[in-house]
DNA sequence: GCAATAATTTAACCAGGGTTAAATTATTGA
DNA sequence: TCAATAATTTAACCCTGGTTAAATTATTGC
């Protein structure tokens, strides 16, 4: 196919660029086999972008150590992530999907609408800051406020927390919380927090529920301020 | 990139199915050069593709003569277009997009929706036949209404006519027409029609406009009914 | 310190969808 | 009818983004 008029680099390049983005914002670089993991390709691809992108001053290799992107590439997976984060959004308040269904569509659309779209939906939205798992939304000149939230694994019995955010990565994950009511806003403090990895109970309103610790590491929480009286 | 799990064919057999429909729609058969002058490329790449959906039984060609889609090729034709057609209609009603302005987004867009997302859409819309060009919406199990309206340029002075459908192609007539108030259900009466392929006079409201001849050819008509008292 | 293992890179290849130039077939007008 | 022209097809090529297999480099355990 022949690539659109407007657009700089293939989607492929802005898959790959977005992916680094969103592993190194954890790991700091990245390797070539998790960036192969991630974009479902086979590591000889991985290595071949990865030199594409050095060509084109999109990242800076270091050769057995890994990748990290330049300013200009953050730039383009930045403009990718906005995309994507704002059609979650807008595909959950306006045409009413569940936090779960929006990531696999916004997948495929955040390499296909224009700036008029952008901007639109934008504005429809009300200038939005966050999408739907409470990730933050980058500004169109492209800054990003920083995640908020501390893995929920971190807390400890006695807390009272606040959900920030949750890791976007697995809907039936997303879908199981639904059903435990747990959502971004939603209160609840930590009861018990089991040893060896075992699981921690948490108090949500008047029910007890009870959650494995790796599901834990995907909720991010903030201490909640408990309201006063005047 | 990696062709998306659920599409059978890439998105540009899909391109040139939908143009091969369209332009088969007025001709019959569609030749190799019109093929290609209607994808921006090469006839040698439109004899190439012609060959591949033959391959995959999606068109029948005879050589040196054209091609026309089969059974198959029409079903994934009209897919396309349903989603091209309720994407258009979604983004004016939805969005606030002007008539000019649907296309180009729906022609990106129509190739990257769920199936999910052509429900909503359509759902939202209350399940509509005609995009904001009065070109009729195919349905999910791939009928199609035939389009409405006669050219205006074959109308007669005398003939009091409303407009039923405008040809989408050229965003700069389409935003000429909106601003002569020229749209879908205008009706008007035509005054005077040049000989020697001259402009006709149209009378719309109190205002008199007059049109040249090929604009009007891209403007579908039928009789009005006079509305009559009880 | 070095052999074994794991990760990375290189090499050789493939398919899709484009290109231009040359060859072929149809059509048309004298 | 037949030469000139126009349309179509074929051939040879390119680029992107994949693959697998082989070669190279790092890392780790003894």
Do not use: C
């Not at 060509?55 to 150590?65: D, F, I, K, W």
């Not at 006695?158 to 890791?167: F, K, M, Q, S």
């Not at 009861?191 to 599901?215: A, D, V, Y």
Request: net charge negative.
């Amino acid at each position: 196919m022949q690539e659109s008029s407007e657009r700089l680099f293939s989607q492929t390049v802005e898959d790959y660029v977005k992916s680094i983005y969103l592993l190194q914002q954890d790991f700091g670089s990245v390797s070539t086999s998790e960036l192969a993991k991630k974009m479902k390709t086979s590591p000889a691809a991985s290595t071949k972008m990865i030199k594409h992108l050095t060509e084109n001053r999109l990242a800076v290799h270091t050769r057995y150590y890994g990748v990290r992107l330049s300013p200009a590439g953050e730039k383009i997976a930045l403009e990718i992530i906005r995309h994507h984060r704002l059609i979650e959004l807008y595909l959950h308040q306006a045409l009413g999907y569940e936090w779960d269904e929006v990531d696999a569509e916004a997948e495929k659309l955040e390499h296909h609408i224009s700036e008029e779209f952008e901007a639109r939906i934008d504005k429809m939205l009300d200038y939005p800051l966050t999408d739907p798992h409470g990730d933050p939304i980058p500004t169109r000149d492209g800054n990003i406020a920083p995640r908020r939230g501390d893995p929920l694994d971190k807390s400890e019995p006695g807390d009272t927390l606040i959900i920030l955010r949750v890791r976007d990565s697995n809907p039936e994950a997303l879908r199981y919380l639904s059903h435990l009511e747990m959502k971004l806003g939603t209160v609840m403090e930590v009861m018990e927090k089991q040893p060896f990895n075992g699981p921690m109970t948490l108090k949500i309103g008047e029910k007890i529920h009870s959650i494995g610790r790796e599901l834990a590491g995907h909720i991010f929480v903030e201490r909640h301020q408990v309201e006063t009286a005047v």
